[in-house]
């Protein structure tokens, strides 16, 4: 608070000129909780302050770690959209399955929702599944006979390349690809081969739905005005 309010101090002000990652993230706490983000000397500060993280060895990583969440607390804190987009698309990209959920920090409900979003998603999938394995009916067109397993296999095998597969059994595992990785591949999975009488089929439009919708909320967790 002797930093925010430092107001004409010139000497308080020159002392506070760097401040460390750790510290500049417990001032983001406190601005977002009293809503000084856009308030002056605060914004003029926040910004001096991530410009002299980046330029001294300490910018934006490029892969998830502890570090990375306390840019995100303080990209979200200081309302500033560009480094909230981009420690978010680091977070979609690079952390295997769920991500870590911070406790008393400003960001963790857009965390909650987001891996919310992603367990949905598993669920659906399961789903999908198990539709397979118990419907007897082509799933694309309902009123035609189920005339071949490719469904089924090829569902099963990007599942278990993804990690995915086991999650239906226990609860300790985490998936081994990224929510990028699960919107991008199986968004655009492939469709079975056919016997050459079989009419033509899109796989992809049955799991395209389920991962759009996980698209959809990867979105808003990087979009800062969506929050």
């Known amino acids: 608070m002797d930093i925010i309010h430092a107001g004409g101090d010139v000497n308080t002000k020159l002392s506070y000129e760097e401040v460390d990652l750790d510290l500049l ?16 000397p605060v914004k003029t500060w926040g910004d001096q302050w991530m410009v002299s ?29 560009f480094n909230v987009w981009k420690t978010s698309q680091t977070m979609l990209r690079s952390c295997k ?27 659906e999938l399961h789903e999908l599944l198990l539709q397979f394995q ?3 009916q082509c799933p694309l067109r309902p009123n035609q006979a189920q005339r071949c ?5 090829w569902l099963t095998q990007e ?17 081994a690809v990224s929510i990028e990785e699960i919107c991008r591949e ?23 739905p389920i991962t759009d919708k996980l698209a959809e909320k990867a979105s808003d967790f990087s979009n800062l005005e969506r929050n």
């Open 25 to 40: 993230a417990k001032i983001a706490v406190v601005v977002d909780y009293y809503h000084f983000a856009a308030a002056e």
């Open 53 to 81: 993280l980046d330029r001294s060895g300490k910018p934006v990583l490029k892969e998830y770690c502890p570090d990375l969440m306390l840019w995100m607390c303080v990209a979200y804190g200081f309302r500033d959209p």
């Open 97 to 123: 399955g769920w991500i870590d959920e911070p406790e008393k920090l400003p960001i963790a409900p857009r965390i909650k929702e987001m891996n919310d979003a992603l367990t949905e998603t598993i669920n």
């Open 134 to 136: 118990t419907n007897h």
């Open 149 to 153: 397993g490719s469904e089924l296999g």
């Open 159 to 175: 599942m278990d390349r993804f990690g995915i597969l086991a999650l239906a059994h226990t609860s300790d595992l985490i998936p």
């Open 186 to 208: 199986l968004r655009y999975i492939g469709s079975p081969n056919y016997h050459t009488d079989h009419p033509p089929c899109k796989f992809s439009y049955i799991v395209r």
